[in-house]
């Protein structure tokens, strides 16, 4: 692979690694040699490599599991935040294998803060909380916070929620959301975040935040998603005035 070689030794190493890739060895999901490994193969530092390898993740070629090593990035799963299709519906979609962890559901009052977000009457209102992990393939991609009114959805802690949320509302409840409010931002995970999403504390992740609103046009789902930004590209459709 031809390279210019007064380039600095991370650029090559990340050039080298990144045709490695291209050239299918090794392949999506597969490990990497170990670091030691790598650096006796490169013939430099482990400031260096990891100076490669840091770039080669920011670009979403590489991925890093606490205390595992280095993988190669599957292709990324196209997301349109604005559909009320599911997580498990449209990555099935793709020829991937979805999975949903409930790790958290409970009743309790809204509290404060989210009632000021979810513009209720009072803090004591019951809500819904619910904390998931998805994954898809074999590694986990999002963690997702969701707390829904109570009065919209009774019973919603007797239902399956291992599985699609969207799905389990349209089914059972007949619930459909009319519209919601997003917001989308670069953040990062605290060390819990971290642990369950495999990344180090304090890496970047794709922050959304979803205001849901019910049939009446009452707010009734308040989401957040803490994403690995190297699982998912952003596509959305826009329809330009005059065009149909």
């Known amino acids: 692979m031809p390279f210019d070689p007064l380039s600095p030794h991370y650029q090559r190493i990340r050039e080298q690694i990144a045709y490695d890739i291209a050239t299918g060895t090794p392949q999506a999901d597969e490990k990497f040699p170990s670091e030691r490994e790598m650096i006796e193969r490169f013939g430099c530092t482990r400031v260096t490599l990891r100076q490669a390898l840091q770039q080669l993740e920011a670009e979403g070629l590489v991925y890093r599991e606490n205390r595992r090593g280095w993988f190669v990035s599957p292709r990324r799963i196209r997301y349109d935040p604005t559909r009320i299709s599911g997580f498990m519906d449209y990555v099935s979609a793709q020829g991937r294998t979805p999975r949903t962890e409930c790790l958290q559901a409970e009743l309790r009052p809204a509290?404060?803060?989210?009632?000021?977000?979810?513009?209720?009457?009072?803090?004591?209102?019951?809500?819904?909380?619910?904390?998931?992990?998805?994954?898809?393939?074999?590694?986990?991609?999002?963690?997702?916070?969701?707390?829904?009114?109570?009065?919209?959805?009774?019973?919603?802690?007797?239902?399956?929620?291992?599985?699609?949320?969207?799905?389990?509302?349209?089914?059972?409840?007949?619930?459909?959301?009319?519209?919601?409010?997003?917001?989308?931002?670069?953040?990062?995970?605290?060390?819990?975040?971290?642990?369950?999403?495999?990344?180090?504390?304090?890496?970047?992740?794709?922050?959304?935040?979803?205001?849901?609103?019910?049939?009446?046009?009452?707010?009734v789902e308040f989401d957040q998603e803490f994403w690995r930004p190297d699982a998912l590209s952003i596509v959305m459709e826009t329809r330009y005035p005059g065009k149909t």
């Open 111 to 219: 509290g404060a803060w989210l009632a000021r977000r979810m513009s209720l009457s009072s803090e004591d209102e019951p809500v819904f909380f619910l904390q998931r992990r998805r994954w898809i393939d074999r590694r986990p991609v999002l963690l997702e916070f969701n707390a829904l009114l109570a009065s919209w959805c009774p019973g919603l802690l007797d239902a399956d929620l291992n599985t699609s949320l969207t799905r389990v509302l349209r089914e059972r409840f007949s619930r459909v959301q009319s519209r919601c409010e997003l917001e989308m931002h670069i953040g990062t995970v605290n060390e819990d975040q971290a642990e369950l999403l495999q990344l180090s504390p304090g890496s970047t992740s794709v922050y959304l935040e979803r205001l849901n609103f019910g049939e009446e046009d009452q707010a």
